[in-house]
């Protein structure tokens, strides 16, 4: 690894752990320190408008239900999110943002502009362009990566299935 | 219709609604004196409002006007007479 490459991995890392320390940081000093970073990414996912299902939410997480089901049932507790059943299909569970839950994601999502502006103020539009580009490539870069993996986890899924399969069989013999 | 062929009395009545609307607003749901709103005020500065007092209140006018405020809308408004008119543009969109 030459010395750039060097950097670029400690400054990857690095800018990682710190969005998330001030993301922790300015939860803890703010009005929603009751809240963890998990259940307001939870909140940002649910959305402020329209109730969405579980299995939605849970896929803009890339979480599972029966995860998702348990961080829902500490933030209904807290009274950050409503939960009903679909009028048209009972089967159907669909989440939204109570009052306080709208409040707490706006104020998230306040903390996170207010990083980006005052990591662009510094350079002019011309400089904010180059430097959005370059970001939006090593994100692109990193989704392929995350699709690579998830890859796997349906590799996983299908030994799940397997073993599923398996014991169903030996339950029926 | 557009807004240009909406007749100035029209739309000055409808604006006046929307002013009422929001005072109510502030000042049953937020406590600020009526005496203290005017349509010049600044919503930051004059009524004193941090980030969340502002949600609270822009929260409290999409729901009673079933409306989507984004924040960079927010950003721009700044008197109460900004706020009357964002609104009455997104109730007439």
């Known amino acids: 690894m030459n010395d750039r490459e060097q950097k670029m ?4 890392v690095s800018i990682f752990e710190k969005v998330l320390v001030a993301e922790e940081k300015s939860l803890q000093k703010g009005y929603f320190s009751n809240l963890s970073l998990a259940e307001m990414h939870t ?4 959305g402020p408008y329209e109730a969405r299902t579980m299995t939605e939410t849970a896929q803009i997480l890339g979480i ?10 500490r933030l209904v507790k807290k009274g950050f999110v409503n ?3 679909d009028e048209d299909d009972r089967r159907v569970v669909r989440i939204s943002l109570t009052r306080e ?16 502006k005052h990591i662009l103020e510094p350079y002019d539009e011309k400089e904010q362009e180059l ?3 370059l970001v939006s ?6 989704n392929t990566q995350v699709a690579r993996y998830d890859n796997d986890d349906r590799i996983r899924q299908t030994a799940k299935d397997v073993a599923k399969d398996v014991r169903r069989r030996k339950t029926n013999d | 219709m557009t807004d240009s062929e909406v007749p100035r009395e029209r739309m000055n009545d409808k604006k006046d609604q929307v002013y009422s609307d929001l005072l109510n607003i502030l000042t049953e749901e937020l406590g600020v004196s009526p005496t203290d709103v005017n349509p010049n005020l600044d919503i930051r500065d004059d009524l004193l409002f941090d980030s969340l007092q502002l949600y609270s209140f822009i929260i409290t006018v999409e729901e009673a006007y079933d409306i989507r405020i984004a924040d960079e809308q927010i950003d721009k408004v700044h008197t109460m007479n900004d706020l009357v008119d964002m609104v009455y543009d997104i109730i007439n969109k």
């Open chain 1, 131 to 133: 430097l959005l580009s």
């Open chain 1, 83 to 85: 939960r009903r059943r």
């Open chain 1, 43 to 46: 909140l940002d996912a649910i």
């Open chain 1, 137 to 142: 490539e090593v994100d692109d870069y990193l």
């Open chain 1, 9 to 12: 991995a400690e400054e990857l």
């Open chain 1, 101 to 116: 839950g709208k409040l707490a994601a706006r104020m998230h999502g306040k903390f996170h502009k207010v990083l980006a």
């Open chain 1, 64 to 73: 599972t239900v029966g995860t998702l089901t348990v961080s829902v049932d």
